[in-house]
């Protein structure tokens, strides 16, 4: 089964708008974190932000905020205000405890474009 | 501070052909790891290291080595290159593996293509 599920292969957003980015996953591990990485055209995965899944509050980083409900296993990206820079491949992915490894586990990406 | 490098860039290779992806980073981390992306798909850990001289495999390790002589430096070896192993390839690393928060940095990637 999946761990991490990205359902929107491809978004458009009106520039200055705000969009949501849909992430679910599986784990039966109580301690974990989730991460979203920005991957624009020229390749690069960018770190925007960390949400551990005992933290109360919903994680914000700039333009950035992660709606997490714990509930629903859910870690939705929210981009605020978005800019023509925004355009890139958003990855959500996940960290559990109980790897040994240590390793994070990806989604399959959003593409994610800003229209003018 | 540059982080973490990788070189080279973009690599092309015969089918059987052996050769060294290098990654260095320079915030003395302690983790690093080696992941491949394949289109379509998120990324993929090949090999990992919670220290010098510590290396384990990931989940798809075949036709790679890994070694960690020094802190800074994880070189991923293909031992002989297949089609298959075109992907692009990312160094990550972070300061420590405990716990679930440690951010792993990745750097920018080599592109490989194996005919």
């Known amino acids: 089964a999946q761990k991490i599920t990205q359902t929107q292969p491809g978004m458009f957003v009106q520039e200055k708008e705000a969009v949501t980015l849909d992430c679910t996953y599986d784990?039966?591990?109580?301690?974990?974190?989730l991460f979203w990485y920005k991957q624009p055209s020229s390749g690069e995965m960018i770190f925007l932000i960390y949400?551990?899944?005992?933290?109360?509050q919903n994680a914000t980083e700039g333009r950035y905020s992660l709606n997490f409900q714990k509930a629903r296993k859910s870690a939705n990206l929210v981009i605020s205000a978005s800019q023509l820079g925004d355009s890139a491949m958003y990855f959500c992915a996940m960290r559990e405890v109980w790897d040994s490894s240590y390793k994070l586990i990806f989604g399959s990406g959003t593409r994610l474009l800003v229209r003018p | 501070n540059a982080g973490v490098t990788q070189t080279p860039k973009f690599q092309v290779l015969k089918t059987g052909q052996s050769m060294t992806l290098q990654c260095a980073q320079d915030?003395?981390?302690?983790?690093m790891s080696w992941y491949r992306q394949d289109p379509g798909m998120g990324l993929r850990l090949i090999h990992y290291s919670v220290g010098a001289g510590i290396t384990d495999q990931g989940e798809v390790p075949n036709g790679y080595n890994v070694s960690r002589s020094t802190t800074e430096d994880f070189p991923l070896r293909l031992l002989s290159a297949a089609p298959s192993q075109t992907s692009v390839y990312f160094c990550?690393?972070?300061?420590?593996?405990?716990?679930?928060?440690?951010?792993?940095?990745f750097g920018p990637g080599t592109r490989l293509l194996v005919l």
């Open positions: 949400q551990g899944s005992y933290d109360e």
């Open positions: 990550a690393s972070s300061s420590s593996w405990r716990g679930t928060q440690e951010t792993q940095y």
């Open positions: 784990t039966s591990d109580q301690s974990y974190g």
């Open positions: 915030m003395n981390h302690e983790y």
